[in-house]
């Protein structure tokens, strides 16, 4: 009997914990959720409709034998398809003009209906952090700070509100290798340093860096017209030198190009390649040497 009372206090006591448990699956986490759930709401019948555009203007590029055209407005089908919420707001494709005009349509479209629900979201957060704060429960209110910081830089990228809407100060034109426009990046170590647009960087941090020889990927959401890659190439020793080649790829599937082999070269911080101006969906550095040490580190990619 007694071993039963055991058993029996026991699996309240855990009832206890999951019932407060789930209670603290917190009011951020259910805003959040139903914010989520609200932007697909509104979002997925004109996401439908889109996808259907695309198909048709897929085909009909097809028929008039511009296949190379007709493989950019599938590549924005399957962005399109896989991405989530606010995500498929990412930038406009640069061509074909069809997909561009599409597009464009699109995104006006989405975010007259995504913006007031992101403005009762934002004042959710701040009234959820007052309530919070003076509850006391300080822990839970940071977290509910963090999430509106987050969300408001989110949001300022998008719409280039805070004056890092990458965008040359020399050039003016659009760096595509940024997080804020969509670009994932893959290295050895560190990846995210390679699309954050931070130059800042130290003898331990602010890199990206491999074992050589390593490669050092950056993939852009949709196909990007491309005229000019530029990296940096850490310069904290500059008595360092390295060896790379720099590659591009211009649809998914098909062939690595390489455009700069500085494999017998040696080199040393900003590294600027330009070309003509060409449809891109990857970009690729392979480092091969550095004559301080056996890895090979970059701080940051730009591609315009």
Not at 80 to 93: F, M, Q, R
Not at 156 to 185: C, F, H, M, P, Q
Request: charged share 30%.
């Amino acid at each position: 009997m007694r071993t039963w009372n055991i058993i029996f206090v026991t699996l309240l006591l855990m009832s206890a914990i999951e019932i407060r448990s789930h209670a603290q699956e917190s009011n951020l986490d259910r805003l959040k959720a139903g914010f989520n759930n609200k932007i697909d709401e509104v979002l997925n019948p004109l996401i439908k409709r889109h996808l259907q555009s695309l198909l048709n203007l897929e085909k009909t590029l097809a028929q008039r034998q511009k296949l190379e055209d007709a493989l950019l407005v599938r590549e924005e089908r399957t962005r399109l398809s896989s991405a989530k919420g606010t995500a498929v707001l990412v930038g406009l494709p640069d061509a074909p003009s069809q997909l561009k005009t599409l597009a464009s349509r699109f995104q006006r479209e989405s975010l007259s209906l995504v913006r007031s629900w992101e403005s009762k979201y934002e004042k959710a957060l701040m009234s959820l952090e007052t309530r919070l704060t003076k509850s006391a429960k300080l822990n839970q209110a940071l977290l509910v700070k963090k999430e509106l910081k987050l969300f408001r830089d989110k949001i300022a990228l998008r719409d280039g509100n805070d004056g890092g809407d990458a965008k040359s100060e020399k050039s003016g034109k659009v760096d595509y290798a940024l997080i804020s426009e969509g670009a994932t990046a893959k290295a050895p170590q560190s990846a995210e340093s390679l699309i954050d647009g931070d130059l800042r960087h130290s003898g331990s941090e602010g890199f990206a860096w491999g074992s050589y020889p390593s490669e050092f990927i950056v993939t852009f959401p949709k196909n990007r017209k491309i005229g000019e890659i530029n990296f940096l190439l850490y310069d904290k020793d500059r008595s360092r030198k390295y060896a790379y080649q720099l590659f591009v790829l211009r649809r998914e599937g098909g062939d690595w190009e390489m455009i700069s082999d500085h494999s017998e070269k040696p080199s040393s911080g900003w590294q600027k390649h330009n070309f003509s101006p060409a449809s891109l969906k990857k970009i690729k550095i392979i480092g091969l040497f550095n004559t301080a040490n056996k890895n090979f580190q970059i701080v940051e990619i730009e591609a315009r």
